[in-house]
T-cell receptor, first 117, second 113 residues
Framework: EAQVTQNPRYLITVTGKKLTVTCSQNMNHEYMSWYRQDPGLGLRQIYYSMNVEVTDKGDVPEGYKVSRKEKRNFPLILESPSPNQTSLYFCASTATGGAWWSYNEQFFGPGTRLTVL | KNQVEQSPQSLIILEGKNCTLQCNYTVSPFSNLRWYKQDTGRGPVSLTI?????NTKSNGRYTATLDADTKQSSLHITASQLSDSASYIC????????????FGKGTKLSVIP
């Protein structure tokens, strides 16, 4: 089954304790992305990756790091979490081939609810 | 700046009724427009994707329309069901050769018995 998986699904941590949220997709997609979703603000992009070893900042990258060593995995790292990073996080992946107007549907993971105390 | 505006912010309708959600965008150059359904606490799921050459697209009881000239889209839900209660997010892809998405903040739909 084609899917994007995230772990953990729920996490409660304390300020300053480094954490990693994993993301994996089994569709051989080139493009992967991380979003956070907060009430009233919608989905905002944190980082994205066009392919292995190619990553770039999205709209809200401060306080986050990512890496893309393998095509299927795109972990999100919070080196020193703070309470303002309490949010619902989504990973997504997309194929990028075809014409620029191609459908290239984006598939989202189930989400990780993070609470930083 | 690319923007996607959705209206209304929230909507309550009776089960069995129809409703229409609106999306206006100022994304350029336009590539395609997507509507997603997001159940509370879960990842968004694609309902429809339309390119500039498509005016309407259906997925069961969901019908999306696109007017690329006025940069407007709508999502019409027919004969609503309790399971339609969710947030509906309009997303526009821009750029030739890149993959940039601009998200609306969503419309929260509640269908009541």
């Amino acid at each position: 089954e084609a899917q994007v998986t995230q772990n953990p699904r729920y996490l409660i941590t304390v300020t300053g304790k480094k954490l990693t949220v994993t993301c994996s997709q089994n569709m051989n997609h080139e493009y992967m992305s991380w979003y956070r979703q907060d009430p009233g603000l919608g989905l905002r992009q944190i980082y994205y990756s066009m392919n292995v070893e190619v990553t770039d900042k999205g709209d809200v990258p401060e306080g986050y790091k990512v890496s893309r060593k393998e095509k299927r995995n795109f972990p999100l790292i919070l080196e020193s979490p703070s309470p303002n990073q309490t949010s619902l996080y989504f990973c997504a992946s997309t194929a990028t081939g075809g014409a620029w107007w191609s459908y290239n549907e984006q598939f989202f993971g189930p989400g990780t609810r993070l609470t930083v105390l | 700046k690319n923007q996607v505006e959705q209206s209304p912010q929230s909507l309550i309708i009776l089960e069995g009724k129809n409703c229409t959600l609106q999306c206006n965008y100022t994304v350029s150059p336009f590539s395609n427009l997507r509507w997603y359904k997001q159940d509370t606490g879960r990842g968004p799921v694609s309902l429809t994707i339309m390119t500039f050459s498509e005016n309407t697209k259906s997925n069961g009881r969901y019908t999306a329309t696109l007017d690329a000239d006025t940069k407007q889209s709508s999502l019409h839900i027919t004969a609503s069901q309790l399971s339609d209660s969710a947030s509906y997010i309009c997303v526009v892809r821009s750029g030739a050769g890149s993959y940039q998405l601009t998200f609306g903040k969503g419309t929260k739909l509640s269908v009541i018995p």
